[in-house]
């Protein structure tokens, strides 16, 4: 068969491609859950990213359209978080609503600005930036380094969140809050503020990840075009352990297998395609059934604090 | 489920003053199982419902409707307002219509693309895979890689049988025509698309023909981002997607269709049955890109001609299977290289 360079090479830029927004996403679930909140709303934060992507780009260009994205995603994760953090609704109702909102609010929205009869839309997009040096690595050069700027910023964010996690106070602060708010409030610390804070900012992630389905992928918006990203993005939190190196890993991997599943429907093999389809979320159940296993959530995770 | 947006505020648009009276107040509802801005399947029947309202000047109304639930629930809601007729707008709402028909007896459901009638149940079946017999055969033409490929949302039928048209179509202008196919399963994810079809490019695939709704957006601009890679339109004529690398349409003239049906209902003499439409009456049918009049192979006018003839005396069937394949692996597969 035709597995030349030429089809490794796809491969990989395609695991790279497909993992960007669940990287992004889940960056920023995770964030929220190491403060004890789980934002179901995520799927909805990037459905609002993606269609503000597409208004921003098409008034503004590729860049305004990013900017807008980030700020719609945060909007949506604020009511979330007013509903589950500043009134203690249940954190699993607040987020189903909220995605269900955005769900139709994108397409009202989506109609109301293009027309019922759709538009595909042309928007300017942001085109894959080489990186001077690693771009040439053999392998890994063209697909992690010739990539466009949301990749780098999602693989940068990787470290940023390592280092505000583990190497400083306030995320000291949020991870204690995670655990037991009521001792991190008796230590001083200002738990509902912290929950609201790293919620919002995950929402900003997940509206990015929208915004990179529009801007860095397919130059249009399509409703409901998020297709449970958002979600799969909660299971990749698991995955990877409630780390930023475990939720990159947990990323690539499902990126991979979702491009494996393409590269193998595309060599025409007489295989039944439903089978190739199941691929990524069988290896996500195994995984998580055998690699997770002994990994303890943060213990006041889906609780709301006093 | 969704609650249903009624578009009642369209009777607004036009005064109709050349309708003729409304016998019974028919009104008219359609479920659609994705968005009506896909710029496919669905705008079409929404573009249908709207023509309706237009032409007969009856009161029409949409909801859309994803899961068997939703759907089912949704036909009900339709016919229990008392509504006269009712699109339902998929190969998937058969059951549910029957279902729902036989506690409704006087609410004519319209299923596209179903199966069979049953009570005031009839099926609008539209043979796309003549008009994606014709877009192959301009495939098979334009391949230099011999490579051609195809992206489905789901394998439902009618969309098989559409690829099978398609591939039929390609090898009988060019024998040496390989095809390959992915599906979805999902007809929003745009950005699954794409990856679909930058996939089928890495194997050689330079001509695309899908049938995946919103979420084929991305096979188009996968085909823009690679210089050399066509994609011919489906369910509707897509060539203003992307002029520059559509060559042609296989599609459906659904706001004809739903007229005729409509009409048909308003005077009070349909009959529920097996409604066909292809090639022949214009329904459904291939529609080329001007802006590639001059590019294609003089030839292949006339070919495309006679094959449509052909088509319409039902002597060429679009979908019947090559001799030379095995009935498992064709056409899927072709000969590996």
Redesign the interface.
């Known amino acids: ?2 597995l030349d360079a ?2 490794v090479d ?2 990989l830029s ?1 695991s790279v ?2 993992a960007t ?1 669940l990287l992004l996403a889940a960056l920023g679930e995770m964030l929220a859950e190491r403060g004890g909140v789980i934002n179901l709303g995520v799927e909805g934060a990037m459905l609002c990213g993606a269609l503000a992507a597409a208004l921003g780009a098409a008034s503004g260009g590729a860049w305004t359209g990013l900017a807008a994205s980030g700020v719609a995603g945060l909007a949506l994760a604020t009511i979330f978080a007013l509903a589950a953090i500043g009134a203690r609704a249940d954190q699993i109702i607040s987020g189903t609503a909220t995605t269900l909102l955005a769900v ?1 609010l994108t ?1 009202a929205v ?2 109301a600005v ?7 839309l ?1 928007l300017p997009t942001l085109v894959p930036v080489p990186i001077p040096g690693l771009a040439d690595v053999p392998v890994i050069g063209p697909s992690f380094f010739n990539q466009p700027v949301t990749t780098y910023l999602a693989l940068v964010a990787v470290p940023l969140c390592w280092w505000f996690l583990f190497r400083t106070r306030t995320g000291l602060a949020l991870r204690a809050v995670g655990e037991s708010p009521e001792h991190a409030r008796a230590a001083g610390v200002a738990a509902r503020w912290l929950q609201f804070a790293a919620t919002v900012t995950g929402g900003a992630f997940a509206g990015l990840a929208g915004g990179t ?1 529009v801007l860095a ?4 918006f ?6 449970g990203r958002g979600f799969i993005a909660i299971a990749i939190v698991v995955l990877g352990r409630w780390h930023p190196v475990g939720v990159l890993g947990a990323a690539l991997l499902f990126g991979a297998a ?2 494996l599943q ?2 193998f ?6 295989v039944p ?2 089978l190739f ?1 199941m691929l990524p979320y069988v290896l996500t159940l195994l995984l998580l059934a055998g690699l997770v296993g002994g990994v303890k959530a943060p213990a006041a995770l889906g609780r709301a604090a006093e | 489920m ?1 609650p249903a947006r009624l578009l009642l505020g369209l009777l607004a648009l036009g005064a109709c003053t050349r309708a003729p009276a409304v016998p019974e107040g028919l009104r008219v509802g359609l479920i659609t199982p ?6 496919a399947w669905n ?1 079409g029947a ?2 249908g419902l709207e023509e309706i309202h237009e032409s007969l000047g009856v009161p029409v109304s949409h909801v859309e409707a994803r899961t068997p639930a939703a759907q089912e629930e949704a036909l009900r809601a339709y016919a229990a307002q008392g509504y006269g007729l009712v699109f339902a707008h998929g190969y998937e709402f058969q059951d549910a219509a029957e279902r729902v028909s036989a506690e409704y007896p006087r609410t004519i459901f319209i299923v596209t693309s179903g199966a069979r009638t049953n009570h005031r149940v009839a099926p609008l079946i539209f043979r796309l895979e003549e008009a994606s017999y014709l877009a192959g055969m301009v495939a098979g033409r334009l391949t230099r890689s011999n490579v051609i ?1 195809f992206v489905g949302g789901v ?1 439902l039928p009618p969309v098989k049988a559409a690829y099978e048209g398609w591939v039929n179509g390609a090898t009988a202008v060019n024998p040496n025509v ?9 007809w ?9 079809a ?3 490019i ?4 330079d001509v695309f023909h899908h049938n995946a709704d ?2 084929a ?2 096979v ?2 996968a085909a ?1 981002e690679t210089p050399g890679v066509l994609v011919f339109g489906a369910n509707a004529d ?1 060539s ?3 002029p520059a690398i559509v060559p042609g349409s296989a599609m459906i003239d659904l706001p004809r269709a739903f007229l005729a049906i409509a009409r048909e209902v308003q005077k009070g003499h349909f009959m529920p049955r097996v409604i066909v439409f292809g090639l022949e009456g214009g329904v459904v049918r291939y529609e080329p890109n001007p802006a590639f009049t001059g590019t294609l192979p003089t030839d292949l006018g006339p070919r495309l001609q006679a094959a449509r003839d052909s088509i319409i005396a039902g002597t060429l069937r679009p979908t019947a299977r090559p001799r030379h394949r095995q009935a ?2 064709a056409p ?3 000969a ?2």
């Not at chain 1, 399509?222 to 297709?227: L, P, V």
């Not at chain 2, 390989?178 to 999902?186: A, E, I, K, V």
């Not at chain 2, 929003?188 to 679909?196: I, Y």
């Not at chain 2, 890495?202 to 695939?205: P, Q, T």
């Open positions: 068969m035709m030429g089809v796809g491969f395609a491609r497909v927004p139709g397409g989506y109609q293009f027309g019922s009869a759709g538009a595909g042309s389905l992928q397919v130059g249009t399509a409703e409901r075009m998020t297709a979702t491009a393409f590269v429907q595309a060599m025409g093999l007489a395609y439903q389809l | 969704r994705g968005s009506v801005t896909d710029a705008s929404y573009h490929g394998e390989q095809s390959r196919s992915t599906y979805l399963n999902n929003d994810d745009a950005a699954l698309g794409r990856e679909a930058l996939a089928l890495r194997v050689k695939v919103a979420a957006l991305g188009f601009q823009k897509q203003a997607l992307a498992g692996a899927r597969a072709g590996q290289g």
